[in-house]
């Protein structure tokens, strides 16, 4: 068999190159380790040494001023006795001496059984420890010297002439015998700690040789022929590491701050304004109360959206298409902005194209929230001029369709009506500051910010970054052009597919199948039975926000402020309650912790608990369904959807129905709203 020419040679030379690579790797990674090993050894000495040296030093300090202290108890003890009982000076040097003697006792005690709060280990060396408890006895010494001080400072104390027999022991011991082995223990103590420290010294210096020689090996070896490779991969796994972490940093604390710091006091300002009996309003505080109602909303619905933002990442973030009149949709958002433009004395416009269709299948409110993002943008960065709003319809794509949608009485045998796909242009223009060429191409870059104005605002890097990621997910494009000084112009391109006018008249006279609860409407209808629901909130805002829901929904809140509340109350009538409604994050007893009570004192008799917070993290709600909460309210509470469960639980309780504290009827299921 022929061979072609260099055939062979090449597999040899790729097998040659293959086991060279091999080879690289297993001496790099066995040199990797012995330097890990070398420098961990190191470290763990110098360490070691370094605290040692630190410790006896202090240890050092502290037997020096034993001598001292000593001879300063003497000293003050002499002075005493010299001292009129009751004279100022008498009391002084009382006080100095008991401060003293104190002192002398604790660093005694300290030095031969350990002080933490001194930093004393009471660890003793063989030679320290024969001192201290041996031939010299320093211990029993010192325990005497205190004696005799303790006794003489009772004697002053009262008021009695100081003894001359225990003072006379005391200068005794404080001038020969106890001053003697005192320094006896410093010079111990001084002689320990410098053999220890020449011991690390000298096995350091041996690590140290060693790291040199295998560094020097290493660069023979492996670094000099792999150095550019090596180098280029570190640095990469550098940058990519530290921007992983970075990006995981400030997403975990936007998040977070979204999920629990907005969610509550949104909850309260939403569900308060729903509250508001419309009817003693003026007109024109009505049409207020209604932008503020839209404005909430939007809000809430944003920040479910910005919490979702991790799923961009993943290709998770979803839109939800329905008929939806668009122009309907500009001109609420449009009045949801208007407010703010006024209030910088702008002029807000919304040209709209006249051959627009009169419905297309959208997300409406992804449509809302990318025109929120742009405008929002341009009325931050515009002090004068205009902010404009266009929407043009480009035409239909040739040759495109949109899908099919069932025909109004839902039937599909035909297919459905076909949808033709249309294309949309959503403009915003402003009169701003404009943005150069640098700023427009880091204008979308998540987390990212840079000054605009002279004023310092700065861009929303988060809201521009999910603002072009719900365009792409549309399937459009979106375009900036922009001059500073003089404005921008940002043009968002989306394909719509057209909706029949029939299936849109079918849909106002109520003909199409489906339909929802009004988002501003706080109760969904009553079930005809009561439920007895005990609700643990500490936040007095949301909990009365609750009480007033519920009660207006038909059925009898219990209110509680803790978790140790909610349980008291449920286990002194355990069968009153249907429904408990569990905030998290409370006081003296929180929301999970309550459940375990509850579950460990019940055992399995208590009703559905259902999770109510501000937590929406996917990771938070399936960590709740795993601790057993029958089901996951999340915060702003959505009170229409809210009453629908209520009743939808007590219609199962109701006679003949279910009765039981699991299955979908009882809200047993870990589903989520809000």
Known sequence: MHTPPGRFDADTSSQADAGAVRSLNRRYIVALLLVAALAIAAFAVLTSAMIAEADRSHVINVAGRQRMLSQRIALFATRLAELEPGRPAHAENLGVLRETVSLFER???????????????GHLSPVEREIYYGTPDLDRLSLRYIALARTIIDEATAERPVPAAELADLNALAASTLLVFLDQAVNAFDIGGTSAISRMIWIEAGIFAALLLLLVAEAVFIFRPAATTVTDALR????????????ARMRRELLATMSHELRTPLYGLIGHMDLIDRSKLSAEDTEHMDLAVKSGELLKKTVNTVLDFSALETGKLSVSPQITDLVKVMRDTADILRPRAEAKKLELRLDLDESLPAAVMTDPL???QIVMNLAGNSIKFTNEGAIILTVR???????AVGGVIAAANGDTADGGALLTMRRVALVVQDTGHGMDDAQVATIFDAFT?????????ESTGLGMAITQQIVQLMGGHIDIDSTPG????????????EVPAQIVADQAAGKTEGGTVPANHAVAGKSGTALECLIAEDNPINAQLLQKNILKMGHIPTMVGNGEEACQTLFSDPDRFQVILMDIHMPVLDGEMAL?????????RQPPIWACTANALPEDIKRYRELGFAAIVTKPIDMAELAVRLNRLAESTAPGGLKTAGGPETGNTPDTQG
């Open 107 to 121: 660093s005694h005690m300290g030095l031969t059984m350990g002080d933490r709060d001194m930093g004393l280990s």
């Open 393 to 399: 319809d480009l035409g239909a794509e040739e040759g």
């Open 449 to 457: 910010t840079f000054a605009r104005s002279e004023a310092g605002a």
């Open 486 to 497: 003089q404005g921008t112009v940002i043009t968002v391109t989306l394909p719509l597919p």
């Open 596 to 604: 375990e009570r509850i579950q460990s004192q019940l055992r399995g």
């Open 366 to 368: 992804r449509i809302q």
């Open 236 to 247: 990469k796994q550098t940058e990519a590491r530290l921007q992983a972490e970075r990006m």
